[in-house]
């Protein structure tokens, strides 16, 4: 399955063979990658068969030992192709999905998957805490029943509630505030 957009689509054999890797940690990784996104074909059984190469490289140089990947890179075979003009295609097509890849980021339309969970455990904290602060309205509660029954537990549990959500809203536009506009991982590569 592919996002719309044509893409040199190579199998874990290949880039194994490629770049000095076992298949299993090549496997291990796209699955991961699939999961953000990363377009892949599946075989009949629901399996990744094939994998956006441009994507996996990309990721790779990111967040690979550069200097392990060189190493691998000067001395692993390098994938045969039926021709020189299949390998001048191939390279134009992982240049072009590098690029889309690098806007996309720059753009702001990719999240760092640390960025995330760490913004994902805040938000989590966060709305845990509000939470946990109603057994404090007990007695709101409880007072309410005794005054007007139902209907002021109603209006009481009512009130509550758009405290909660006032209280969460506040935290939230403060975290947001707080954030970071600019990723410096992109930004010193542009200077």
Known sequence: MSNGSAHVMVSAGEIAGRDGVTKAAVTKLVRRLADQGMPVERDGRGRISKFAQAWYDDHRSQHGDSIKSNRKAE???????????????????LKVDREKLKKQQMAGSLLRRDRLETAL???????????????NRADELVTAVSKEGVHGLR???????????TDISDKLERLADEASVTDPLVDTENE
């Open 75 to 93: 001395t692993s075979p390098v994938i045969q192709k039926d021709s020189l003009d299949e390998a001048r295609r191939i390279e134009a097509w």
């Open 121 to 135: 455990e805040e938000l989590g904290a966060l709305v845990l805490t509000t939470i946990q602060k109603l057994p």
């Open 155 to 165: 209006l009481a549990l009512r009130k509550v509630a758009f405290d909660m959500g």
